[in-house]
């Protein structure tokens, strides 16, 4: 799980946003626990981060300020899986099942990829961690867009009927990258049944 990013448009660091009786990183570690074996997370360097599960690893982004591929690196170096499911720390309405249904696409592929009206979620895939190396060259030769990594590797683009059969109203993707954003997320939380 990726959190090293900067929260330019946030304005504070989401991964301690609180939320509900937790912060926003606790809430999609404790979801992710609840489905992968391993979870890793991946933090620019000296990021405070809350407190997390003893059994959840934390390691520095190698590279600051490249985008999710930079961030993936350490990230699939660091994990005992042979394929992890990559999100960042604030999408608090994962749904388990949502993972699931990428990781039974991944079937033969390195890479199950949502894919929603076109557009493809780089932090709502499942990567086989030997797509790593091809990551670092991309990285190397500064095409950091995960379209190329995409394009270079066996991947199945999985798309809206199939994501909607797992997470009808796609609250999987719905990350938080504004104050409003957030405020409107904590409304929803305050409705939904304890």
Do not use: W
């Not at 990021?47 to 003893?54: C, E, G, H, I, N």
């Not at 993972?99 to 894919?115: H, K, S």
């Not at 990567?127 to 991309?138: I, K, S, T």
């Amino acid at each position: 799980m990726l959190c090293g990013g900067r929260s330019l448009r946030m304005g504070r660091a989401k991964a301690l946003l609180p939320f509900g009786d937790e912060t926003l990183l606790a809430r999609v570690v404790r979801i992710l626990q609840g489905v992968v074996e391993d979870v890793v997370v991946v933090r620019h360097q000296g990021q405070d981060l809350p407190p997390l599960p003893r059994d959840v690893r934390v390691v520095d982004d190698e590279l600051e300020d490249q985008g999710p591929l930079a961030g993936l690196v350490p990230g699939l170096k660091a994990s005992r899986a042979e394929a992890v499911y990559a999100s960042g720390c604030d999408v608090p309405f994962l749904a388990p099942a949502f993972v699931e249904c990428l990781f039974d696409a991944l079937g033969a592929q390195d890479i199950a990829v949502a894919e929603t009206d076109g557009f493809t979620h780089p932090l709502a895939a499942v990567y086989r961690v030997g797509v790593r190396p091809v990551m670092e060259r991309l990285l190397a030769e500064d095409r950091r867009r995960p379209l190329f990594l995409f394009e270079e590797v066996p991947t199945v683009r999985v798309t809206d009927a199939t994501l909607r059969a797992a997470d009808p109203e796609l609250a999987s993707l719905e990350n938080l990258n504004t104050p409003a954003a957030y405020e409107a997320a904590l409304a929803r939380l305050a409705q939904e049944p304890s």
